[in-house]
């Protein structure tokens, strides 16, 4: 599929047209690919650097890794996992371990990181796929107007084009998703801080033995230190709180040393070490709201546009699916369009089908996730949760579209 421009115009027409290059919005473009189907994916990213991608990511056998199969990616996903990266601890307040497993590389969720992952799927592509610098403000309909596509869609430079099919690939506050859904995500009462503490072993060597080889959760009275070790041998800690929403805008977090004081007040009875996590950070603490859609979010089948990862599901981060599912999304967009190539409507409805009942499955998942993790009496609930799974199911990273 090509794109073209409409006769005595200068708006550019894309018979399908993917709004963000996330991990789902690349996944659809690279299975699409792979089936001889280009499309552009427009980005608000000035550049593929133009921001950290996050921390570490544990890939679903039945999920991430059967959509990196589908984009016939996986033995190139394998040979960038994290050796190591499946250890888990779980800890009290006090520093007790309550749960300690070693990565024997037997395990079904390899670890990587979000940025190798990202690179992965971005290399994939031809270029010029990426149009970066392409920051979404509006998308209409067309219907009725003469207009070669279905939807208009404005860029913040003022230029605009038109398609047939528009995919919402662009998370949390998706400007497409408004199109078949009134749905808005709401605060699912969680606050978190992130921190890093670099070049660990040498410079925190405490903290660095402390959080171990892989994941690690630190719980008690409704509070959390969430945290894995990098590939690059930092360590990513989300300190979270059950919080009323407010509770971010009272702390500077242009003054690091203030805010760290502000956030170390909640853990005052903490063991030293734990506090260690927050009070070691090295850089700026980075405040982040956790907000989801409500479980079992879903729309009447609307031609001509569909959305996929948290633009359809935003969900917390506390069942590790947010990424996997943004993968398995795209893979099942990408070959569900390949499979009815004359019958765009027939492979939204196909696709949908899909991602519905899957996407309410995992959203009851994370809630439950939640309670776990911020139980007044943690981290027994989450102890319990383990057992019935039969192993971690916690993925610590915000996925952004």
Not at 288 to 294: E, K, N, V
Request: hydrophobic share 40%.
């Amino acid at each position: 599929m090509t794109t073209s421009t409409s006769p005595g115009t200068t708006t550019p027409h894309h018979p399908i047209a993917v709004i963000g290059g996330g991990l789902g919005g690349l996944t659809l473009a690279r299975v699409l690919h792979v089936h001889g189907i280009e499309v552009p994916v427009f980005d608000l990213d000035a550049s593929p650097d133009a921001r950290r991608q996050g921390g570490m990511l544990d890939i679903h056998e039945d999920t991430g890794q059967a959509a990196l199969r589908e984009a016939r990616l996986h033995e190139a996903f394998l040979a960038k996992v994290h050796p190591g990266g499946q250890a888990l601890r779980v800890l009290d307040k006090s520093g007790h371990v309550h749960l300690e497993e070693e990565d024997d590389g037997s395990g079904e969720r390899p670890e990587i990181d979000r940025g190798d992952l990202r690179d992965l799927l971005l290399t994939s592509l031809p270029a010029g796929t990426i149009r970066w610098n392409s920051k979404v403000v509006a998308c209409r309909a067309t219907d009725g107007e003469g207009s070669r596509g279905r939807y208009e869609v404005t860029l913040a430079d003022g230029s605009a084009f038109t398609t047939d099919l528009l995919v919402g690939a662009d998370g949390a506050w998706s400007r497409v998703r408004p199109l078949v859904s009134d749905a808005m995500p709401a605060y699912a009462g969680v606050s978190f801080v992130e921190v890093d503490l670099f070049d660990a072993d040498t410079r925190h060597p405490e903290a660095a033995a402390l959080l171990g080889g892989g994941m690690f959760f630190g719980l008690s009275d409704e509070k959390a230190l969430l945290g894995h070790r990098e590939t690059d041998g930092s360590l990513h800690v989300y300190v979270a709180l059950r919080t009323d929403e407010s509770w971010l805008g009272t702390v500077d977090f242009t003054d690091t040393g203030a805010a760290k004081t502000a956030v170390l007040e909640h853990f005052a009875d903490w063991a030293p070490g734990l506090r260690g996590l927050i009070a070691e950070a090295d850089g700026p603490l980075v405040p982040r709201h956790i907000h989801a859609l409500p479980v079992g979010h879903r729309w009447d089948r609307v031609p001509g546009v569909t959305l996929l990862g948290d633009a359809a599901h935003l969900m917390s981060p506390f069942a590790g699916e947010g990424a996997n599912l943004a993968l398995i999304d795209g893979a099942d967009l990408g070959r569900c369009l390949a499979e009815h190539p004359e019958d765009t409507e027939l492979a939204l409805a196909a696709y949908e089908a899909l991602l519905f009942p899957r996407a309410e499955e995992m959203a009851r998942e994370s809630a439950g996730g939640l309670e776990a993790i911020f139980a007044p009496d943690a981290p027994q609930p989450l102890l319990d949760m383990f057992a019935g799974f039969g192993g971690p199911e916690a993925d610590q990273g915000a996925d952004q579209g």
